[in-house]
C-alpha cells in the first residue's frame, strides 16, 4: 500500500487479496482469513501486531484508497467509486473518506485538479486526546491538512471522532475485551466457596463500570469454573483480549487473594499480585485490584467511573459477608435459592439497616419469585425494597435494575425504561440490564432498531453459554431481531446457529420459514412449510394461527376458517387471550362461512383493540379496520400517519399488501404514493441502523 508503510510479504499478500475482491462489499474478515488460510483470531492479531489497526480496518483502508486511485485515474462519479471499492451506501462511502483523509471525495477530486498531493491522516499516531463527553473521555485523532508544500507546511490541527468501521463484530480489537474467570478456593474449608465467589463477583463488578471496557458477562464464563481448557482456547471462545485469574482463602479474619492478568494473544502475565489484608480491608483491596487492571491495560477511566469503583458498598462486614452468602444462593437459580437468598440479605440489612445492595437484590429475587405468576404476590415487597434501595444510594445500577423490575411487574413497561437506561449508565456492561432491554424492545414497547442493539450487545457480553441450548436461544432472538430489520442474510447466518447447537430448538424451523418467505415470497411454499412445522405438534397454536393467515391471505377461506375455528376453540377452552391483532382476519373468515354473529363480536373486539393499542402499530391497524368499514379515505390518513413511524418490523412491508381488504384500496389516488412511502420509511431506518451500529462496533 503505497499510502502507509506496512511492511513485509504478508501484508502485501493481504492487500492483494482485498484488492482482487475490492468491490464485493460482503468481503470482510472471515473471507480474508479463509483466503490466507489461517484462523480469523491469527489473522487479527498478525495484522494488530504489523499495522496497529484492526483487520476491519485495514480492509476499509485498502478500499479508501483504492477509491482515492480511482478519484485521480478515472473520471467516474463518486457513486460508481463506492460501489466499485465495495460501499453500497453512497452516504457512508462520503462519511469513511472523509474520516481517512480529511476530505470529502469532491473536495479531493477538487485539489488533484489543483494539483494538491493528498494524504490519508496518520493512522500509526499513537498519541490520542482525551475529551470528556457524556461523562466518558472519547479518543479524537489529529487531522494534518497540508497547504501549498513548496511555499509553507501549514499545520492545522482538526478534531474529528475516531470512527473505525467494524463488519464483523467478532474483530475484538476494536475494543479492549477482558473476562473473569470464576476464582479458586484454596481454603481448606469448602465452605469458603462463596465468600471466594464474592471476591471473584466484586472484581467483575468493578471492571463493569468502566465504559472503555468489554467485560463478558459471569454466566459467560462459569462454564470454564472445572475446565481443562487452555488459556488460549478460552479467549479464542469469548474472543477476549485479556483474562483474569485468581484464587483466594479466609482463615479467621485474614483474607489472601492472589490474582493475575494474563495476555491472551501470547498467554503470558502483565500483572500479577497477592493481597494479605485483614476482612475488613476487603474492599480497598477489591477497589485497588480494578484500578490496577485498568492500568496495566490502558483503559480509560473517568472521574465517575473511579468514584463508583471506589463506592464501599457498606461499612459492615458481617452484613457484607450475609450479602455475599445470598449472591451465591441466587446463583442457583431455584425458588428455593431464592427464598434462602432473601433470609440472607434480610439478615445483611439487620446488620446494616442502610445496605442498599441488600434491599435491591431483595427486589430483583421477589420479582423473580412472581415471574409468569397469573396472579402476582409480591408488588409491594418488590417496589418497597427498590425505593428504599434508591434512598440509600440512587447512583447504583442494582437500586435502579430492582426499580425497573417494580414496574415490570405492574406491566408500566415505559416506566421501566429510563430506570434501565440509567442503570447502563453506572454499569455499561450489565448484561442482565440489556437483555431485559431486548425483550421489552421486542415484545411489550416494540421498537426493532433497539431491539437489534440491545441483542447484539447482549450477545457481546454474553458470548458464551453454560450449554448449547441456551446459546441457541441466543442466536434465535439475535436471527429473530434481524430479520424484524430486514438484515435477511444476517437473520439466515444466525438461525443456522442455533439449530447447529440445538436441533430440537422448538421456535427455530418457526421463525426460519419466514426467513425463507423473505427470499422467495412464495405464499403457496411457506404455507406448506408452515403445516409441515405444525403436524410435528398440532398443540403449537403460534403455527396454527399462522397456517390460518396464509390461507386467509390466499383468499381460501374454508381452510382459513379449518384452523382459525380450531384455534379459537383452544383459546377459549384455556382462557387464553392471544393475537388481538388477528380479530378482524378471525371475524371475516367467519363471516365468508356464513357465521355471522360469531363474526360480529371478532369485529367489535378488533375495534376495541385499535382504540386501546398504543404501539407504533395503531394506524396500519385502524387503517385495516376502516378498510373492512368501507372508508378508504380514512384507511389512507391512517397509512400516511403509520408511514410517519420508525422502526417498524419488516413483516409489514411483506404482508401489508397481502390483506384481501387492501384490494379495494389500489384504486385510490394516493394509494401507490403512500404504499411507497412507508416501504422507503423502512429502508431509510434500515441503512441508518446498519450505519449506526456500525459506528457502535456492534456489526
Known amino acids: 500500500m503505497s499510502n ?45 501486531k504489523q499495522t496497529q489497526g484492526s483487520a476491519s480496518q485495514f480492509i476499509r483502508e485498502v478500499r479508501l484508497q483504492k477509491g482515492m486511485t480511482l478519484l485521480k485515474e478515472t473520471e467516474f462519479t463518486v457513486s460508481e467509486i463506492a460501489y466499485q471499492v465495495g460501499f453500497s451506501n453512497n452516504s457512508y462511502f462520503i462519511k469513511c473518506f472523509r474520516d481517512y483523509y480529511g476530505y470529502s471525495p469532491g473536495e479531493a477530486r477538487k485539489k488533484l485538479g489543483e494539483h494538491v498531493e493528498l ?27 497540508l497547504g501549498i508544500l513548496l511555499v509553507l507546511v501549514l499545520a492545522v490541527f482538526l478534531f474529528f471522532p475516531k470512527e473505525t468501521l467494524h463488519t464483523d463484530k467478532e474483530d475484538a480489537d476494536f475494543k479492549t475485551s477482558i473476562a473473569v474467570l470464576p476464582f479458586k478456593n484454596m481454603s481448606s474449608d469448602a465452605d469458603n466457596l462463596y465468600f471466594v465467589n464474592g471476591l471473584m463477583e466484586s472484581t467483575l463488578n468493578n471492571l463493569q463500570k468502566i465504559e472503555d471496557l468489554q467485560v463478558i458477562s459471569r454466566t459467560s464464563v462459569e462454564k470454564y469454573r472445572d475446565t481443562d481448557k487452555t488459556i488460549s482456547e478460552i479467549a479464542e471462545e469469548l474472543k477476549v483480549n485479556y483474562l483474569i485469574e485468581g484464587s483466594g482463602q479466609r482463615s479467621g479474619d485474614q483474607v489472601l487473594l492472589n490474582i493475575q492478568l494474563i495476555d491472551a494473544s501470547n498467554d503470558t ?22 484500578k490496577k487492571i485498568a492500568e496495566a491495560i490502558k483503559v480509560t477511566v473517568t472521574p465517575a467511573e473511579l468514584q463508583q469503583i471506589n463506592k464501599k ?58 415471574l409468569n405468576q397469573a396472579e402476582k404476590r409480591y408488588t409491594d415487597i418488590i417496589n418497597n425494597n427498590a425505593d428504599k434501595a434508591l ?38 456492561n450489565a448484561s442482565s440490564v440489556v437483555q431485559i432491554l431486548a ?25 458464551e453459554a453454560n450449554d448449547s441450548i441456551s446459546k441457541s436461544y441466543m442466536y434465535l432472538a439475535l436471527s429473530n431481531a434481524f430479520v424484524q430489520n430486514g438484515f435477511t442474510e444476517e437473520a439466515q447466518k444466525y438461525i443456522k446457529l442455533a439449530l447447529d447447537h ?3 430448538n422448538y421456535y427455530v424451523p418457526f421463525l426460519n420459514v419466514f426467513i425463507q418467505y423473505t427470499q422467495h415470497q412464495n405464499m403457496e411454499k411457506t404455507t406448506e412449510a408452515l403445516l409441515k412445522e405444525w403436524k410435528k405438534d398440532t398443540t403449537r397454536l403460534d403455527i396454527m394461527q399462522e397456517v390460518a393467515k396464509f390461507y386467509y391471505f390466499q383468499e381460501k377461506y374454508d381452510s382459513a376458517f379449518y384452523y382459525y375455528n380450531k384455534f379459537e376453540k383452544i383459546k377459549k377452552k384455556n382462557g387464553l387471550n392471544m393475537y388481538p391483532q388477528e380479530n378482524l382476519k378471525i371475524g371475516l373468515v367467519y363471516d365468508k362461512m356464513g357465521f355471522h354473529d360469531k363474526a360480529e363480536d371478532y369485529y367489535k373486539a378488533y375495534a376495541e383493540y385499535c382504540e386501546n393499542d398504543q404501539s407504533i402499530y395503531q394506524p396500519a391497524s385502524l387503517a385495516i379496520k376502516y378498510l373492512h368499514d368501507e372508508k378508504p379515505d380514512l384507511a389512507i390518513e391512517q397509512l400516511k400517519l403509520f408511514a410517519t413511524k420508525t422502526n417498524y418490523q419488516y413483516w409489514i412491508l411483506l404482508f401489508l399488501e397481502e390483506d384481501p381488504l387492501m384490494k379495494s384500496l389500489k384504486s385510490h389516488p394516493d394509494y401507490e404514493a403512500v404504499i411507497q412511502k412507508i416501504n422507503d420509511r423502512f429502508w431509510d431506518n434500515h441503512n441508518q441502523l446498519k450505519t449506526s451500529l456500525e459506528d457502535k462496533r456492534l456489526i
Not at 124 to 139: M, N, R, S
Not at 336 to 359: H, N, R, V, W
Request: no cysteine.
Open 4 to 48: 502507509i508503510s506496512y511492511q513485509g510479504k504478508f501484508i502485501e499478500q493481504a492487500e492483494a487479496l482485498v484488492l482482487e475482491h475490492i468491490s464485493n462489499e460482503q468481503f470482510g474478515v472471515s473471507e480474508l482469513a479463509e483466503l490466507m488460510n489461517m484462523s480469523r483470531s491469527n489473522l487479527l492479531r498478525k495484522i494488530k
Open 119 to 145: 494524504e490519508p491522516e496518520d493512522n500509526q499516531d499513537t498519541e490520542a486526546i482525551e475529551v470528556t463527553k457524556k461523562g466518558g473521555f472519547h479518543q479524537y485523532r489529529v487531522h494534518l491538512i
Open 269 to 290: 502475565p502483565i500483572w500479577a499480585e497477592q493481597y494479605n489484608h485483614k476482612t475488613e480491608d476487603i474492599f480497598s483491596v477489591q477497589n485497588r485490584v480494578a
Open 313 to 370: 458498598p457498606t461499612e459492615n462486614v458481617l452484613a457484607y459477608d450475609y450479602y455475599l452468602k445470598g449472591l451465591e444462593q441466587i446463583q442457583e437459580a431455584t425458588k428455593a435459592g431464592l427464598e434462602t437468598a432473601i433470609s440472607l440479605f434480610e439478615k445483611a440489612i439487620e446488620e446494616d439497616p442502610q445496605f442498599a445492595l441488600a434491599y435491591a437484590q431483595i427486589a430483583i429475587s421477589y420479582y423473580y419469585l412472581d
Open 391 to 428: 434512598l440509600y444510594d440512587s447512583k447504583s445500577a442494582e437500586s435502579l435494575i430492582a426499580k425497573a423490575l417494580y414496574y415490570i411487574n405492574i406491566n408500566e413497561f415505559r416506566l421501566a425504561i429510563p430506570h434501565l437506561e440509567k442503570a447502563l449508565d453506572y454499569n455499561p
Open 439 to 463: 425483550d421489552l424492545y421486542s415484545r411489550a414497547i416494540p421498537d426493532t432498531g433497539k431491539y437489534l442493539e440491545y441483542a447484539l450487545k447482549g450477545l457481546q457480553l454474553d458470548i
Open 502 to 504: 440445538n436441533p430440537q
